[in-house]
């Protein structure tokens, strides 16, 4: 059969493309802009099913509101690899659900695998090696480059065989149970960024915790700038100015174009002419008005002597289990899960009830909360 892929740019080839794909298992993967646009976009779709590889072009007005049925169609699988992100779009921007997931990351994970990269898992299990020179490209361009389309098909062509071989690891595990409950809270997953905007993302420059409020007060201004200059641009932040770049413009704090020159962690355009401009008055603007407070450091759960010697000893006894089930510690449980039933099981109250909690993971822990109890 021709595996040459097909290129998707009109709502109705996507409709008769779909009825060639049958019933079966769905491979799916999305490219997006995130690397070239303030405001990333779905800009091509790739799925692999029945033989065929599809292409589908968001950009050209397809309408993938077709898939929502396919993708929502819980006695359908749908394989992705790390789906976080692209459930996420997929809902953002056109209202789509995925139902019948298998992850294969999630699945890698569970297994005990520590490359969980989709070209990890692809060499090691199938023996394929995937090129990834594409990985940041700008998937808006067109017409797409061949190479371009090879490497994305790539991504889900490999998808079902993978997924095969990491169900039957699973399997032999006694794990299956604990993936499908991942892929069934994964599939729940939304779009939330844009419901609650940051009262203070410049918070959220590395480095910003280590600053005073002064220079704090500086970063916020500056933080404003490279925002705006970014969204009037329609590129990333960082490519306007990395975060090291505010965060040493915001400590030396230049008061001239000339003092700029010295700084070497911010672009050429930032030092010369007219665009050094807006950085000098933010740090001006910053240096003038009133210093933001110190952001309080997060109380932590886990504060008395016995909650602290509590959780040491639930530590160990995680990092045990995790080391015996061939896993992650952090899968079996987080810092912050630990945390609270270190202090919940101090106080003698119910431990378990934490929502983020899954059942195979109360289950591992119910072992090693009834062995410190005992210790």
Same mark, same amino acid.
């Given at each position: 059969?021709?595996?040459?892929p097909?290129?998707?740019?009109?709502t109705?080839?996507?409709?008769?493309?779909?009825?060639?794909?049958?019933g079966?298992?769905?491979?799916?993967?999305?490219?997006?802009?995130?690397?070239?646009?303030?405001?990333?976009?779905?800009?091509?779709?790739?799925?692999?099913a029945?033989?065929?590889?599809?292409?589908?072009?968001?950009?050209?007005?397809?309408?993938?509101?077709?898939?929502?049925?396919a993708?929502?169609?819980?006695?359908?699988?749908?394989?992705?690899?790390?789906?976080?992100?692209?459930?996420?779009?997929?809902?953002?921007?056109?209202?789509?659900?995925?139902?019948g997931?298998? +992850? !294969?990351m999630?699945a &890698?994970r #569970? =297994?005990g695998?520590?490359?969980?990269g %989709? /070209?990890? $898992?692809i060499?090691?299990?199938?023996?394929?090696?995937?090129?990834?020179?594409?990985?940041?490209?700008?998937?808006?361009?067109?017409?797409?480059?061949?190479?371009?389309?090879?490497?994305?098909?790539? +991504? !889900?062509?490999?998808? &079902?065989? #993978? =997924?095969?071989?990491?169900?039957?690891? %699973? /399997?032999? $595990?006694?794990?299956?149970?604990?993936?499908?409950?991942?892929?069934?809270?994964?599939?729940?997953v939304?779009?939330?960024?844009?419901?609650?905007?940051?009262?203070?993302?410049?918070?959220?420059?590395?480095?910003?915790?280590?600053?005073?409020?002064?220079?704090?007060?500086?970063?916020?201004? %500056?933080?404003?700038?490279r925002d705006?200059?970014?969204?009037?641009?329609?590129?990333?932040?960082?490519?306007?100015?990395s975060?090291?770049?505010?965060?040493?413009?915001?400590?030396?704090?230049?008061?001239?174009?000339e003092?700029?020159?010295?700084?070497?962690?911010?672009?050429r355009?930032?030092?010369?002419?007219?665009?050094?401009?807006?950085?000098l008055?933010?740090?001006?603007?910053?240096?003038?008005?009133?210093?933001?407070?110190?952001?309080e450091?997060?109380?932590?759960?886990?504060a008395t002597?016995?909650?602290?010697?509590?959780?040491?000893?639930?530590?160990?006894?995680?990092?045990?289990?995790?080391?015996?089930?061939?896993?992650?510690?952090?899968?079996?449980?987080?810092?912050?899960?630990?945390?609270?039933?270190?202090?919940?099981?101090?106080?003698?109250?119910?431990?378990?009830?934490?929502?983020?909690?899954?059942?195979?993971?109360?289950?591992?822990?119910?072992?090693?909360?009834g062995?410190?109890?005992h210790?």
């Open positions: 059969m021709d595996r040459r097909r290129w998707i740019d009109t109705e080839a996507l409709a008769a493309a779909l009825e060639d794909t049958g079966g298992e769905l491979a799916v993967d999305l490219e997006a802009d995130s690397f070239h646009r303030y405001r990333e976009r779905v800009c091509l779709v790739q799925i692999s029945a033989g065929r590889d599809l292409l589908i072009d968001p950009l050209a007005g397809v309408d993938l509101g077709v898939l929502a049925v993708l929502g169609d819980r006695s359908r699988r749908k394989l992705l690899h790390g789906a976080d992100y692209d459930l996420r779009l997929l809902d953002r921007d056109h209202g789509l659900e995925v139902h997931l298998f +992850d !294969t999630i &890698a #569970l =297994a695998e520590t490359a969980f %989709l /070209a990890a $898992l060499d090691r299990h199938l023996g394929v090696r995937l090129d990834k020179a594409h990985q940041r490209a700008d998937w808006a361009v067109r017409p797409l480059p061949p190479a371009m389309a090879s490497y994305a098909v790539e +991504d !889900t062509r490999h998808l &079902a065989a #993978l =997924a095969g071989r990491l169900e039957e690891r %699973l /399997a032999e $595990l006694g794990r299956l149970a604990w993936a499908e409950e991942e892929f069934r809270r994964l599939e729940a939304r779009w939330t960024a844009d419901a609650v905007p940051d009262p203070s993302p410049y918070l959220r420059v590395k480095g910003a915790a280590r600053l005073d409020p002064r220079t704090l007060t500086v970063l916020r201004e %500056l933080h404003a700038v705006r200059l970014a969204r009037e641009r329609d590129v990333p932040p960082f490519r306007v100015a975060d090291a770049g505010l965060i040493e413009l915001a400590t030396r704090r230049p008061g001239r174009r003092d700029l020159a010295g700084i070497g962690s911010i672009p355009a930032l030092k010369a002419g007219r665009g050094a401009g807006p950085w008055e933010a740090i001006a603007r910053g240096v003038r008005c009133p210093p933001v407070p110190k952001p450091r997060r109380r932590r759960d886990v002597p016995d909650e602290r010697r509590r959780l040491e000893r639930l530590a160990r006894g995680r990092d045990a289990r995790a080391t015996a089930l061939g896993l992650e510690p952090s899968l079996v449980a987080s810092r912050r899960v630990l945390e609270g039933i270190a202090r919940r099981v101090v106080h003698r109250e119910p431990w378990d009830d934490d929502p983020d909690l899954r059942r195979w993971q109360r289950a591992i822990l119910a072992e090693i909360v062995s410190d109890a210790a």
